[in-house]
């Protein structure tokens, strides 16, 4: 995103288990607001119970997913947002992406475009593939565990959401292809 440092940033992780958090705490990294959201209530809940400092904020989010929450609940873009997550400088997501089918990941993108400042910022993983049309499930056997894009029409998502993708970087043996892109100043519903 350009940043050299997270000091007085406020960072939304979506889908953030428990590394970033461990991340910033043993590393005292300067932060103004990190909120970690998750569909792991004993991963939200062990946050909130071990993490006892003002510049964090953990969120259960009782989204459905075939993968990881196949008893949750249908959500709108204005969860978050109704959560008070509001006014971030950025959102993340690792590992995200890679487990939703386009509905949900256009809900999402959405939904995190309501928690970011204009030409605020959002950084997300994703598996891409520009031999298939739009989207692949890579597992047919286990629904939602690689979700496959063709990178343009995982960008048309991205614009219909209100993001502008600045820059894809490539997977290589250790990341997944990665998406920085930055909030249009019109908010988009």
Known sequence: ??????????????????????TIVNLGLDIGLYAGVDVNADAIQWLRSNIQDD????????????????????????????????????????SVITHQTPEDTKTILLMLSHCVVPKGGLYFTAFFDDTIDEYAERDPDNTCRVCTYNPNYLINLAEESGWVVRKIYPASAVHQSTFVCHKRLRDMV
């Open 1 to 22: 995103m350009g940043w050299t440092s997270l000091a007085g940033r406020k960072l939304l992780d979506f889908g953030c288990g428990v590394r970033f958090t461990r």
């Open 55 to 94: 510049r964090f904020r953990f969120e259960r989010i009782d989204m459905k997913n075939q993968m990881y929450n196949p008893q949750g609940s249908t959500i709108d873009i204005a969860t978050l947002k109704d959560m008070g997550l509001v006014n971030f400088d950025a959102a993340c997501m690792y």
